[in-house]
Structure formats: C-alpha cells, structure tokens
C-alpha cells in the first residue's frame, strides 16, 4: 500500500510481479512508478484521490483498463494498448485527479521460476 495524507509520496513499496496493490492521496500527492515493480498479468491496483493527486507510470506494452468515478475531478488515461501484462485501475477522484501514463521501458521480468540471482 502506498498512502500519502498532507504530502507527497514518490515511492511506490510495491513487491516485485505483485497481483493487488492500493495507493491512497488525500490533500497530497503519490507518484507511482510501476516500470520497476511490474505486476503479473490480471493485477489489480485500487486508487483513491481525495483533494489530491495520483500518477501511475505504466511499463511500456501494458494493457491499461479502468473503472471508477472523479466527482469535481478528473481522471486520464494516456496509454497505447499493448501486448504486455494487463492491470485493471479502479479509482475514486474527489476533488483531485487520477493520471496514467506509458514508461518509456518495458516491464522488468522475473527469473525463471527456481532460478536466483546471481546466475
């Protein structure tokens, strides 16, 4: 979860190919950078903005859908379908806005199951 209340949140403590992750902003902001913790295929990220912001930078390819409602706010989407992994965004806005935008890199991969790093 990554939460910001009367500030600003820039790093996103999600675990490496997670599945359901939540990112709440009221009166701040959260940045959220997902081109260093890919989700697997079909995760799902809750958002809420409440008299605040949220961005969600997106690997390049992901296949972006989304459902939600911004009462006196708004919410954009600036992402080119693609063949990578789907995430499903579902957001409140109140007073706020709700942005994802397309990295310019490619998700980052796991190791093959049963490898470690180092190889």
């Known amino acids: 979860m990554q939460l910001a209340i009367f500030g600003n949140s820039s790093e996103a403590g999600f675990a490496q190919q997670w599945t359901d992750e939540t990112a ?28 605040g ?22 919410s954009r989407v600036k992402v080119e379908h693609g063949a990578g992994p789907e995430l499903q965004v579902s957001f409140f806005v109140l007073f706020g806005e709700v942005t994802i935008v397309e990295g310019k890199t490619p998700a980052l991969t796991a190791p093959p199951s049963g490898q470690t790093f180092p190889h």
């Open 24 to 51: 709440v902003a009221v009166f701040g902001s959260t940045n959220i950078d997902l081109t260093r913790q890919s989700p697997l295929s079909s995760a799902a990220l809750k958002v809420a903005a409440v008299f």
């Open 53 to 74: 912001s949220a961005k969600i930078v997106v690997p390049s390819g992901t296949r972006v859908t989304t459902k939600g409602i911004a009462l006196f706010g708004n």
